[in-house]
């Protein structure tokens, strides 16, 4: 058993100014080897803002978790809409819905799961706010199947949060079992080479905000992150520019 010095984490501040390349953000980092938090902005990184499609990682596992989906194949029917994204104008499966984003696919999973077992999920994993009340969303995006309260919406979420979040489901401190999380990690893997493996999932907001969270696994060791950039004076600003920003600071 450990004691409770052991237990307690460790938190140091760094400064990753020049590889946000003069974009507002912060970013935190977790070793889970040695339970040590690495924070810049740590204000930031303390701060609720809306997950968008970073919540993609959470209604994947509730789906597969409640058998909405049963594997990296499972599709889910195209209405027939023309959406802005012409990858998701076709009947998708899970893998590559989660890929590309697509907003309806993970609409329809969530729906099909319902609200009220969404709820407890999110309260078992202590998600953020856990406040899904405004369960079609705000209406920012024209199409109502483009919508949710995952999607600047009520949920709200932090970037420590987040991190803490991916480490109880990673670290088995959850209800997911362990085909589930692999179900759920063949769907975030971007890279693997024979030392580490990356695994991740960006989103993108509205006024210049965008995140990407994930986890690299080595050896016998995860690190988890997120990263949120929140600067409107930028025209950078996208998930895929906070993918880059991760990858730099990972390679430090």
């Known amino acids: 058993m450990k004691n409770e010095e052991e237990l307690q984490p460790t938190t140091v501040t760094v400064d990753y100014a020049e590889a946000f390349q003069s974009i507002q953000g912060c970013a935190v980092i977790l070793n889970s080897e040695n339970n040590t938090y690495t924070f810049y902005n740590e204000d930031k990184c303390r701060t609720r803002v ?44 899970l893998e590559d819905a989660f890929r590309s984003s697509c907003i309806w696919y993970f609409r329809k999973v969530i729906e099909e799961v319902g609200q009220e077992t969404i ?26 199947e483009l919508n949710g309260f995952w999607i600047e919406s009520s949920l709200l979420i932090s970037p420590i949060e987040q991190v803490e979040v991916l480490h109880k489901i990673m670290e088995r401190e959850t209800i997911y079992t362990e085909s589930e999380i692999e179900i759920l990690k063949s769907i975030m893997l971007l890279e693997a080479s024979d030392s580490k493996k990356i695994y991740g999932k960006t989103g993108t907001g509205t006024d210049g905000t965008a995140w990407f969270i994930g986890f690299v696994e080595k050896e016998n060791t995860n690190i988890y992150f997120a990263i949120y950039l929140d600067d409107n004076s930028s025209n950078e600003i996208s998930g895929t520019k906070a993918q880059e920003i991760a990858f730099n600071i990972l390679e430090e």
Not at 79 to 85: A, F, H, S
Not at 119 to 141: A, F, H, M, R, T
Request: glycine share 8%.
């Open 119 to 144: 709820q407890e999920e999110l309260n078992k994993l202590d998600y953020g706010n856990c406040d899904i009340s405004e369960w079609s969303g705000s209406g920012v995006n024209s199409f109502p």
């Open 50 to 93: 809306s997950p968008n499609s970073t919540f993609k990682v959470i209604s994947a596992l509730i789906g597969i978790h409640n058998q909405v989906v049963t594997s990296e194949d499972s599709k889910m029917g195209y209405d027939g809409m023309n959406y802005p994204v012409d990858a998701w104008n076709a009947d998708l499966r």
